[in-house]
């Protein structure tokens, strides 16, 4: 479903005691019937880099690798051969986390997601989009990944979002859920399509 409503991507928590976790079987169902252009993402807190090798064997198809969380930048690297995107929480000692990801050469990081502060991920806690704002204006994220938008995004948020910081993509979870593990198909496609016409406005 959220396929056909024209996602690009659509993620599985593998975050142990998470109350969205799914099983490594139920992904590899999810992702046996995504099209062949529309990406499986599997979500992980701080894992060892062999355990997100044995999902990801399992799995059946190639996957990205999202982590949230302050994972090592050594396990983004001992995956090098596997695409992944890491979360930073836009908090006021950002500068050294970023400094650190200009500094290590990770060629397989293709995005930075901005997660609200204090939070790890689901929480539907909003993030400060003018102060996100402000930092890209003042260059903290040059020389980095594109970034990715998440946060307490809604379908009646993610426009002004998109208009006001141009992010490469926008992640979505609790924004579309009518319970911690069911999501609203009706509002699956209005944040798609509110995302996607602001896209075509900028």
């Known amino acids: 479903m959220a396929a056909d409503a024209g996602a690009d991507a659509v993620g599985m928590v593998r975050v142990d005691g998470s109350p969205r976790q799914v099983s490594i079987d139920e992904a590899r169902a999810i992702a046996a019937v995504l099209p062949a ?3 499986p ?13 044995r999902d990801l064997a399992a799995l059946g198809r190639p996957a990205v690798v999202q982590f949230q969380g302050d994972v090592p930048l050594a396990t983004i690297a001992a995956l090098e051969d596997v695409p992944v995107i890491t979360a930073v929480r836009v908090e ?8 650190l990801l200009r500094d290590t050469p990770l060629p397989n990081l293709l995005g ?4 609200t502060p204090g939070q790890i991920g689901g929480s539907g806690v909003s993030n400060d989009w003018n102060a996100i704002g402000a930092l890209i204006r003042d260059g903290a994220f040059a020389g980095l990944p594109p970034l990715i938008a998440a946060g307490g ?4 948020t993610v426009a002004g979002v998109i208009a006001a910081i141009r992010p490469y993509a926008v992640d979505v979870s609790s924004g579309v859920a009518e319970s911690t593990r069911r999501k609203s198909p009706a509002k699956i496609r209005a ?3 509110n995302a996607r016409a ?4 900028l």
């Open 37 to 39: 252009f529309v990406t």
């Open 41 to 53: 993402v599997l979500l992980y807190l701080e894992p060892a880099a062999d355990i997100v090798r």
């Open 92 to 99: 006021t000692d950002l500068e050294p986390r970023l400094q």
């Open 112 to 115: 930075l997601l901005v997660e």
């Open 153 to 156: 995004l809604t379908p009646d």
């Open 191 to 193: 944040f798609i399509a």
């Open 198 to 201: 602001a896209g075509d406005r």
